[in-house]
Every structure is written in structure tokens, then in C-alpha cells.
């Protein structure tokens, strides 16, 4: 979906939010344009260490990535706004609110947020759940529900993708 996702909106510019092992990374990167970047931010520079041999594993040109160490309320801020085709927010569910708040400040018109995650193993849907981190996804959910600024749907394959294209 990742990679469909890139191809779709002929992402020449991406973040990713959450760069884990690189997996996520490289599949928008078989959909990005050739000469597209992609930015990943992760605190733990042990993911970073991992997403770097996996990029290199799979012939990805140094240039077309950006890691960036750190945490990512404090590295958002300093992109650029409405810079980026796609922002793949997937990192620290309790930190939702912020990152999609940045994420949409991030992305140009005709862009698409990407919040992975999002039914958090089924429990978003049960009313019943109460838990901090079900109750803020599951308004983070509601959020761009209600924000005219973008158009969103919820893809829910996995653990669920919800997905907001910037109007």
C-alpha cells in the first residue's frame, strides 16, 4: 500500500515518522519517483543503524534518503511547510496528536498523511476500550474526521491505515 501510496502521488518528497528497520521506508521508495527523497526520523539510532543496511542491501542511492536522529516532536518544527507529497506517520502512538498535527503543516496540497496503526489491534472500535493509547488514537481518528483541511479514509487491512489526503 506504502509503495502504491508513493506511485499515486508521484512523491518526489516524503517523511516517514518511525523508521524501524527500514522496511516501511523502502517500499515508498520502489514507489517514489527516482529522484525523490525521503526523510525518516527515529530517536533510536540502533533503527537507524538497521534502515541504512537495508537501504544499501536493496541498492538504495545514499542521496535519496535522509535520516535525521532524534525525537520527532523536535525535528517536525524545522521542515519545511507544504514541502512534502507524503507523510507516513508511524512511530509512537502516543505522540499521534503532534506528529499529524506537524504531518499536515508538512504537506503541500494534494498530499497524503498516512497514520499507521490506526485500529490498534482492533481496539480503537471497541467503545468499551478507555485506555490513554486507545483514546488517542482513537482521537486522532476523529480529528481529521472533522478537519476540513484534508479528505480522510480508513484502510482497514492490517492494523489499520488511516489515510487523509490534504485538500
Known amino acids: 500500500m506504502l509503495r502504491v501510496l508513493a506511485a499515486a502521488t508521484n ?3 516524503v517523511v516517514e515518522v518511525g523508521t524501524g528497520a527500514g522496511v516501511a521506508a523502502l517500499w515508498l521508495l520502489r514507489g517514489m519517483s527516482y529522484d525523490g527523497q525521503l526523510t525518516t526520523i527515529d530517536r533510536e539510532v540502533e533503527h537507524q543503524r538497521a ?7 536493496d541498492g538504495v542511492a545514499p542521496q535519496r ?5 532524534g525525537r520527532p516532536g523536535d525535528v517536525l518544527p524545522r521542515l519545511a511547510d507544504g514541502a512534502y507529497d507524503l507523510v507516513l506517520v508511524a512511530s509512537d502512538p502516543l505522540g499521534y496528536p503532534e506528529y499529524v498535527n506537524e504531518a499536515l503543516r508538512l504537506l503541500r496540497p494534494g498530499g ?3 497514520v499507521d496503526g490506526a485500529l490498534l489491534r482492533d481496539r480503537v472500535a471497541d467503545p468499551a476500550r478507555r485506555d490513554e493509547l486507545t483514546t488517542v488514537v ?10 476540513e483541511r484534508v479528505l480522510p479514509a480508513m484502510l482497514p ?3 489499520g491505515l488511516l489515510l487523509a489526503v490534504r485538500r
Open 65 to 69: 534518503t535522509r535520516i535525521i536522529p
Open 51 to 57: 534502515a541504512r543496511t537495508a537501504f544499501a542491501e
Open 138 to 147: 482513537r482521537e486522532v481518528g476523529r480529528t481529521l474526521r472533522n478537519d
Open 112 to 114: 497524503v498523511l498516512a
Open 157 to 159: 487491512s492490517g492494523d
Open 11 to 13: 512523491a518526489h518528497a
